[in-house]
């Protein structure tokens, strides 16, 4: 097995270059777009998708230069593992992240922000809430964050459901429970960050940037959440919405349109195409639901292969010469990692290159 890095699928080769020299080709690129809620005002500066906005603070360089406008609100959208990982990295603290990687632009930023509060917003409630505990708890336990719950909100069980999703759901409403009822040193911590269920959103209001978001109260019925009419407002300057990503067109491999992911049954896309992960089934699980999504596909492609007289490597290593594509090959991706340890501050483990180029430059020394 060997790594080929910086070699885009669309610009140095492409699918049927791929199919062409290999027997099998396995399409793993998950979903890297936000959802559009499709609401007015949803393109006003201050307003992001978790998909830019976690790739800013990671450093992806395709996000890199968001610059986000961080205010004293921040409304996050969506009541999901993503939607924590956005507030859990507002509300840290210098001294929380110093053993992180978080990049420093990002880190710099989010200190000298003037935070005052946090929202976290579900559109259902606290039983339909996709957090899983290990997640929600940890924002109980945050330096300088309180979590605010209204105990009124809160329902005595998790109703008929059975299994691991009931008790998920159960540990889910305990520790909300908690969170409701705060003991002296939580109420002392400075910045709240408020959980508002219930509530979807109608209209990003401002006048050139946000400046408040519409909501409109619902009730669950069948597990879909309807508005009820009444509506509300909470005063925002930014605004991040986690509410699930999207797959990119690829060229060469067929789309569902409506699902937001590659046309596929059990992961065939065609014979000797394939595809795993979020780009295969749309963007929900963690590591170990993939791992056991792609052991499935892994040996139906076994099963299906009918090795050709392909010409594989050697093929593909001539085709990138001929192209002229700068391909980063594992030597030189340790390189570039050692580069980023070196570059660390403190307990950091990596300062992380945020640019393409900066990653070659490396490569050049
Ligand atoms: P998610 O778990 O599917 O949550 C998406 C949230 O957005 C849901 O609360 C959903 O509400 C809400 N939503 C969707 N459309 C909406 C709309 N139009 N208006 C208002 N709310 C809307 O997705 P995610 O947070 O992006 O996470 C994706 C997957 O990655 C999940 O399986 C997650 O567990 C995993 N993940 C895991 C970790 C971790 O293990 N630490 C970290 C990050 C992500 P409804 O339920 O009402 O649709």
């Not at 199919?19 to 499709?38: M, S």
């Not at 990295?89 to 110093?98: D, G, Q, S």
């Not at 008790?167 to 003991?183: G, M, T, V």
């Not at 192209?323 to 090959?329: L, Q």
């Amino acid at each position: 097995m060997r790594f080929l890095g910086n070699v885009a699928v669309g610009r140095d080769v492409n699918i049927g270059d791929l199919t062409a020299l290999y027997d099998a080709v396995v399409v793993a690129v998950g979903a890297g777009e936000d959802r559009r809620l499709g609401i007015p005002g949803e393109d006003l500066s201050g307003v992001y998708g978790s998909c830019a906005f976690v790739g800013w603070y990671n450093g992806h360089p395709d996000h890199r230069d968001l610059a986000p406008r961080l205010g004293t609100n921040v409304v996050v959208i969506g009541n999901g593992n993503v939607a924590i990982d956005v507030v859990r990295v507002l509300a840290k603290t210098p001294a929380e992240m110093a053993t992180s990687d978080l990049c420093r632009h990002a880190a710099e930023a989010i200190a000298a922000a003037p935070l005052a509060a946090l929202h976290l917003v579900g559109r259902r409630g606290p039983v339909e809430a996709a957090f899983t505990p290990a997640e929600l708890a940890e924002l109980g336990r945050l330096e300088r964050c309180r979590p605010v719950v209204d105990a009124a909100v809160l329902p005595g069980g998790v109703g008929d459901l059975d299994g691991p999703e009931r008790a998920y759901k159960e540990k889910n409403l305990e520790i909300l429970r908690s969170f409701a009822e705060p003991d002296e040193e939580t109420i002392g911590k400075p910045l709240p960050l408020d959980f508002v269920f219930h509530a979807r959103p109608v209209a990003i209001l401002g006048n050139g940037k946000v400046e408040s978001v519409r909501f409109e109260r619902t009730l669950v019925r069948d597990g879909i959440a309807a508005g009820a009419g009444e509506t509300f407002e909470i005063a925002a300057d930014t605004m991040v919405t986690a509410i699930g990503y999207t797959m990119a067109a690829l060229d060469g491999v067929p789309m569902d349109a409506n699902r937001g992911v590659i046309a596929n049954r059990d992961g065939v896309i065609e014979p000797g195409l394939y595809a795993v992960g979020w780009s295969k089934r749309g963007p929900s699980g963690t590591i170990p639901t993939n791992r056991a999504d792609s052991i499935a596909v892994v040996e139906r492609m076994l099963g299906d292969l009918k090795p050709a007289s392909k010409s594989g490597r050697d093929g593909l290593d001539a085709l990138l010469r001929q192209r002229g594509s700068r391909v980063v090959s594992l030597a030189d991706w340790h390189r570039i990692e050692a580069a980023e340890a070196a570059r660390a501050d403190g307990e950091h483990p990596r300062e992380k290159f945020t640019r393409i180029e900066e990653m070659l430059a490396v490569l050049e020394d």
